[in-house]
């Protein structure tokens, strides 16, 4: 087993980024969020009910107005490889009484979300780092953004 996690950028395709989505609830978001990953190759269409089971049991939202939504254990099967995607939606989506602005879908196989969930808590939860993301409008601030956890590793030191 390796102890390296791979790097965020490394799971996000451009395409996988949206920076301009709207959605009408945080099922919509959830499910376009779930379109995005099918799109990308990294599911199978099954996973996506995995994740609103997910999301009609806990909320998968984090604070800074960000929601990380996936799959429950029953669908990691319809895994087939790790991969994000980002979609942000300008004019926010009610998330039981939060707002949205940035919704990252994680497909992990085994525990892979574990490892997911911490690398982008380790940016989230930075206030600053938060809101770049939020008002981020190309994929190019998107990708520095996310990289930026793994130079941190670096400069802190």
Do not use: C
């Not at 390296?4 to 919509?28: C, F, G, R, V, Y």
């Not at 800074?64 to 995607?85: F, M, Q, Y």
Request: proline share 3%; hydrophobic share 45%.
């Amino acid at each position: 087993m390796s102890e390296t996690t791979t790097p965020l950028t490394d799971l996000l395709a451009e395409s996988s980024i949206q920076l301009d989505a709207h959605a009408s609830s945080k099922e919509d978001a959830v499910e376009q969020a779930g379109a995005a990953l099918l799109a990308a190759g990294a599911i199978d269409a099954s996973y996506i009910d995995a994740m609103l089971q997910r999301e009609a049991s806990v909320s998968t939202f984090v604070g800074e107005g960000v929601a990380i939504p996936h799959g429950t254990l029953a669908g990691k099967e319809a895994v087939k490889r790790d991969a994000l995607v980002l979609l942000r939606f300008p004019d926010g989506v009610d998330w039981d009484g939060n707002e949205v602005k940035i919704a990252i879908g994680i497909a992990a196989k085994g525990n892979g979300h574990i490892a997911l969930l911490s690398q982008l808590a380790s940016i989230l939860l930075e206030p600053e780092k938060a809101a770049a993301l939020r008002e981020a409008t190309t994929t190019q601030a998107v990708y520095e953004l996310l990289a930026s956890e793994d130079d941190d590793d670096d400069a802190n030191g």
